[in-house]
Each structure stands twice: as structure tokens, then as C-alpha cells.
Nanobody, 115 residues
Framework: QVQLLESGGGLVQPGGSLRLSCAAS????????MGWYRQAPGKQRELVAI???????NYADSVKGRFTISRDKAKNTVNLRMNSLKPEDTAVYYC?????????WGKGTLVTVSS
């Protein structure tokens, strides 16, 4: 089992920045992938950004150039720095851990971009 503890999120004005963090604990495998997904009201959950244990990253087109994902392998943490936030970034953001065909999810943290 893997447990994910998220922090960050909240209310921010358009153009502002936020940082999300997620710490994984439990049965952590050396080869894995961590990342963030989001789900806006009335929409399906979608990929935001992922980073593998080898350091490979992938971003949704809608956040490229604005969001940066990073991880600390020693601490099993993943961070998402979000800049130039837009109202359409409003969603519940979920931390994800994947290894050996198993997906684990955090409880989610709400990000609201509004003036």
C-alpha cells in the first residue's frame, strides 16, 4: 500500500502562483511515476504533469510553460509549481503514484483561480 499526503492549494487571483506538494509513504518501489491530475466541475479527470523515477516529465499542453513538476526521490515527494494561473485551472488536483501496474491517489486539494 502507498499513502499520499497532499498540501497546498487554495484561492489565488488570475496571474498568480501556487505550489502543490505530495509526499508518498508505504511500499515505495524504486521504479515509479508520480504526478498530478485535476478534475474540474462537470469534467473528467485529466493529466496535468507527471515525472518518472528516471526524471522524464510530461505536461498537458494547457499547462506547458506555466507549470513545473519536480520530485525529491530520497523523500518520495513531488511538487507542482503553478505560475500564471488562469480561471480555467480551477479544479481539484490529485496526486498520483504509479508502480508495477498499480495506481494510488491522494484525496485531492482544491485550487480556485478567481478575482
Amino acid at each position: 500500500q502507498v499513502q499520499l499526503l497532499e498540501s497546498g492549494g487554495g484561492l489565488v487571483q488570475p496571474g498568480g502562483s501556487l505550489r502543490l506538494s505530495c509526499a508518498a509513504s508505504g511500499s515505495i518501489f524504486r521504479i515509479n511515476r508520480m504526478g498530478w491530475y485535476r478534475q474540474a466541475p462537470g469534467k473528467q479527470r485529466e493529466l496535468v504533469a507527471i515525472v518518472t523515477s528516471d526524471g522524464f516529465t510530461n505536461y498537458a499542453d494547457s499547462v506547458k510553460g506555466r507549470f513545473t513538476i519536480s520530485r525529491d526521490k530520497a523523500k518520495n515527494t513531488v511538487n507542482l509549481r503553478m505560475n500564471s494561473l488562469k480561471p480555467e485551472d480551477t479544479a481539484v488536483y490529485y496526486c498520483n503514484y504509479w508502480a508495477r501496474g498499480m495506481d494510488y491517489w491522494g484525496k485531492g486539494t482544491l485550487v480556485t483561480v478567481s478575482s
